[in-house]
Each structure stands twice: as structure tokens, then as C-alpha cells.
């Protein structure tokens, strides 16, 4: 790897911005100089082809979401720029590893590792503090197997060719279908107005600037559903179908993102 490492993550509840970090102090460590650049605020046309660069993002719909893809989908074309990817979910992707990488290939980028890491759902399903932090500590020990696995060129990138193209296709009509007019109106998040405090930390958070502040949170037809906004709330005032009797999780505080 080179000594200069630019790693692109884009991370909802913050999941993946643990393992972003995890693995940066282990290149670290290693001698290696590492940039942590948030996707959302990114321009693919920026990024500096002579480091190694890094993708980090979160499984959603059996992909990822579409700011990702976009920005996957805009890197510039390269002469064999190394790069690595790392996901996080809470099971099963099935539509990121082999398709990424038949993209990356096309525009000259020399892949040279994935790896998907289990981390505490945000989403329907909330376990105990206990198991989270369990899963977040097993799930972090897996980032530094990884990272010192790229740096000993012992990772690897694989491709099954045919599940996984499949699997993005529907995962991506999943995505674009959450991105409909009529979608954004039935899977619109609504603040409870009794318990919100007005503190603005949802719409300061909100990767898509989707939530705009009058006298209480506007949810305007931008959601990618990260679950920040759900998740973050000091007040449990964002309400969400995505939620199991209202609980949630987040791996970090809001400040991380703002």
C-alpha cells in the first residue's frame, strides 16, 4: 500500500465510521498517513489517485445506499490506483462485493481487498447493550485483522459473478424505489412535537441537508432512511416505521457528525 491513504466512508448511525477509524490507527501505527473524508461531503473529481484509496459505507437493501453509489459511480478513471473496501451490516449483503469490483476494474482501480463486518442493526430489531457491544468489539477486532491484512498484501478481493449481480439489481429497484415521490410520503420520518426541543442536531446531521428547521424539523422527499436523524435524537422525538416499539441504536454521538 502507499504511504498516503484517502479513505472515503459514508457511515449512517456510525457503525462504519468505527471501523473507518479502527482501521486508520492501525495504518498508523504502521508508518502510513491516513485522511478520513466523509462521502457526503466529497467530490469524487478530488480525490488524489497517487494514495491508496479506501470505501467504507454500510449495507442497506442488500447494497448500499445511492449517495454511495453515486459517488462509486463518478470516481475517476485511473492507471491502477490500489483500493479497498470495507462494509458494515447487520447480516447479509449479497449486491456490493463482486459488482463493485467489476466496476472499479473498468475504470483502472487495481482492487486489492473487501471485507464485510457484523455490527449492531439500527433498524427494526434492537438488542441489548450488552450484545451491541459485543458485536461492536468483535466486529472492530475484525477492522484490524483487515487492515493489517492490506498491509501485508495478504487481503483479497473476491467476485461470484452471478448471486451478486442479481442481487444489486434488486437491491438497486429497492433504492430507487425509496427514492420515489410516493415512497418518500409513506416512509416519511415525523417528529413528535412534545418531546422535540427544537436543538436543530437533526437537520445539522442529515447527510442529504433532507431536514429543514422552521419552528420544528421539516422532513422534506430526500431521505436515504441512514437512520441518523431516528437514531440521534436526544429526545426520541423522530419517529420512524424502521423502529421496534421506538428504540434505537447509535455506535456514536452527533458531534461525531456534526
Known amino acids: 500500500m502507499n504511504r498516503c491513504i484517502d479513505f472515503y466512508f459514508f457511515s449512517g448511525t456510525g457503525n462504519t465510521l468505527l471501523v473507518a477509524k479502527r482501521m486508520s490507527e492501525v495504518f ?5 498517513e491516513v485522511a478520513l473524508k466523509r462521502i457526503e461531503n466529497s467530490m469524487p473529481a478530488d480525490v488524489d489517485t497517487d494514495c491508496t484509496i479506501g470505501l467504507g459505507f454500510p449495507v442497506a437493501i442488500m447494497s448500499t445506499y445511492d449517495l454511495v453509489w ?68 468483535k466486529g472492530l477486532l475484525k477492522a484490524e485483522k483487515y487492515a493489517l491484512a492490506l498491509l501485508n498484501n495478504e487481503s483479497n478481493w473476491g467476485h461470484f459473478p452471478v448471486v451478486p449481480d442479481i442481487m444489486k439489481l434488486i437491491s438497486k429497484i429497492g433504492i430507487r424505489l425509496t427514492a420515489t415521490t410516493a415512497h418518500q410520503k409513506i416512509l416519511k420520518f415525523k417528529v413528535d412535537k412534545s418531546r422535540c426541543d427544537k436543538c436543530g442536531i437533526c437537520r445539522d446531521i442529515c447527510p442529504t441537508n433532507n431536514i429543514k428547521m422552521d419552528e420544528y424539523p421539516s422532513i422534506g422527499n430526500s431521505c436515504e432512511y441512514c437512520m441518523r436523524c431516528v437514531s440521534m435524537c436526544p429526545f426520541n422525538a423522530m419517529e420512524s416505521i424502521f423502529t421496534y416499539h421506538g428504540k434505537t441504536y447509535s455506535a456514536v454521538k452527533p458531534k461525531e457528525f456534526k
Not at 28 to 32: D, N
Not at 110 to 129: H, S
Open 28 to 32: 498508523q501505527s504502521k508508518g502510513h
Open 70 to 137: 453515486k459517488f462509486i459511480n463518478q470516481l475517476p478513471d485511473v492507471d491502477g490506483t490500489e483500493i479497498f473496501m470495507v462494509d458494515t451490516l447487520g447480516g447479509y449483503s449479497g449486491g456490493i462485493i463482486g459488482p463493485l469490483r467489476s466496476i472499479l476494474e473498468s475504470k483502472g482501480y487495481k482492487t486489492i481487498g473487501a471485507c464485510e463486518i457484523i455490527m449492531p442493526l439500527n433498524i427494526f430489531y434492537i438488542q441489548d447493550n450488552t450484545t451491541n457491544a459485543e458485536k461492536v468489539e
